[in-house]
């Protein structure tokens, strides 16, 4: 069956404008997850949801950055006023079940943000 | 607060030949641990993770893992590579009061030489 999609797979843009990254979860996935990977580092926790619901948002770095989740499908990562520190890729992730320990998670393909 | 530590960015290894990728954390309560890794132009996929019950688990592809509580270490380890195993491999853990809530190493590429 289709795997967490993520889009765009490339994005550039320009300091100071706003980008919002979008995650298509796999069907029925209750948990939804994003996270950064800079360059030659291992992925870094921003947010989660269950559901609709955000459940931790203590990864994200500062109020520029917002996440949500409407109707506990779709989510959009929002960044806002973009500066060249946050060009990373951002990787999505979702997870069939909030069972503890027992739900692997599955990544999508990321999206490349490069801010010049 | 957890961390991971995974000492090896690099390994080559020529096909055949054993491979032991080293993942070390640190963390005050009990943990899960896994194992992911990722093929050029892909997402992360897991490979294998420890729970609880034997500290030997065994994953896909021929990998396996023992969990070492005393040293606080997850190595993966594989007795005969193949170039196919190419790709970048990342340990990670969760913490039992905040499971939902990965910390991954800074990975490790295993380049598998014919």
């Known amino acids: 069956g289709a795997g967490v999609s993520q889009s765009p797979r490339y994005k550039v843009t320009k300091r100071g404008q706003d980008v919002a990254l979008r995650c298509d979860p796999i069907?029925?996935?209750?948990?939804l997850y994003w996270y950064r990977q800079a360059l030659g580092q291992g992925p870094e926790f921003l947010t989660y949801f269950n559901y609709e619901a955000q459940q931790d948002k203590s990864g994200l770095p500062n109020d520029r950055f917002s996440a949500e989740r409407p109707e506990g499908s779709i989510s959009t990562l929002t960044i806002q006023r973009t500066e060249q520190r946050d060009s990373a890729m951002y990787r999505c992730a979702s997870s069939l079940t909030t069972a503890e320990g027992n739900s692997p998670l599955h990544f999508g393909n990321g999206t490349r943000l490069t801010v010049t | 607060a957890q961390s991971v530590t995974q000492l090896d960015s690099q390994v080559p290894v020529f096909e055949e030949a054993p491979v032991e990728l080293r993942c070390n954390y640190s963390s005050s309560v009990s943990v899960y641990l896994f194992w992911y890794v990722q093929y050029p132009n892909q997402g992360l996929q897991l490979l294998l993770k420890y729970l609880s019950g034997s500290t030997l688990v065994k994953g896909i592809n021929g990998f396996e893992a023992e969990f070492n509580k005393s040293q606080t270490s997850f190595h993966l380890r594989k007795p005969s590579v193949h170039i196919s195993d190419t790709a970048e491999y990342f340990c990670a853990v969760s913490v039992l009061y905040n499971f939902n809530k990965f910390y991954f190493g800074s990975g490790t590429k295993l380049n598998v030489k014919p």
């Open positions: 069907s029925g996935h209750v948990s």
